[in-house]
Structure formats: structure tokens, C-alpha cells
Nanobody
């Protein structure tokens, strides 16, 4: 089975940076797309960024463009999210997800990590 484990969350001041990691146990035909979602208290789980593993094609939600970068290390089967210029509104639990195709809604993804907390203070 596919297992995803996030790490790298923490507390940072506004304007700071964090790098999230998502380690995958295996890579299969149905995990070509990998991405990040986030969920703030009292809010729905929203799309942040995703990419096609094989091609590297990436997609971002508008609010993080120019600040966040999604990338991968194929040798380590690990997905990353570099977050720069963090804002208090970025505060949320960040989840790693994997599926067959890139999409901006949760139903595109079949596998999920447990999440890692990101807190940005003002």
C-alpha cells in the first residue's frame, strides 16, 4: 500500500520560510500526481500545489504563486514544498496527497498523509 509521511512543519514568523517534505513508501501507476493541500481551523481542505511526477509539470493555487515551490527527488521518492514569504493566512495543517492525475480538488487523490502543522505568527 502507498504510505505518505509529511514532515517539516513548525512555527515561523511572517516573512519566514519552511520546507515541507513528503516521503512516499512506493511509486505505482496510480501515484503519478502528487500535491499539497491545506486546512485551516474551521475551513475546508484547499488545494495548494501539485505536480506530475514524471514530467515535473506543476500547478499552484493563485495565493501562493511566486512564494511556494513544489519539487521532487525521484531517488528518494520524496515530494517537497518550499514555502517562502509566509503569511499568517498560510497557517494550516498541510497534507501531502497522491493520485493518478493532477487536480485541484481532494477527490483527485487517493492517498493522504497525516498532515503537518504550519503556524505563521504576525
Amino acid at each position: 500500500q502507498v504510505q505518505l509521511v509529511e514532515s517539516g512543519g513548525g512555527l515561523v514568523q511572517a516573512g519566514g520560510s519552511l520546507r515541507l517534505s513528503c516521503a512516499g513508501s512506493t511509486r505505482t501507476f496510480d501515484t503519478n500526481a502528487m500535491g499539497w493541500f491545506r486546512q485551516a481551523p474551521g475551513k475546508e481542505r484547499d488545494f495548494v500545489a501539485a505536480m506530475t511526477w514524471t514530467s515535473g509539470t506543476a500547478r499552484y493555487t493563485e495565493s501562493v504563486k511566486g512564494r511556494f515551490t513544489i519539487s521532487r527527488d525521484a531517488a528518494k521518492n520524496t515530494l517537497y514544498l518550499q514555502m517562502n514569504s509566509l503569511k499568517p493566512e498560510d497557517t494550516a495543517i498541510y497534507f501531502c496527497a497522491a493520485g493518478r492525475r493532477v487536480g485541484v480538488t481532494t477527490d483527485f487523490y487517493d492517498y493522504w498523509g497525516q498532515g503537518t502543522q504550519v503556524t505563521v505568527s504576525s
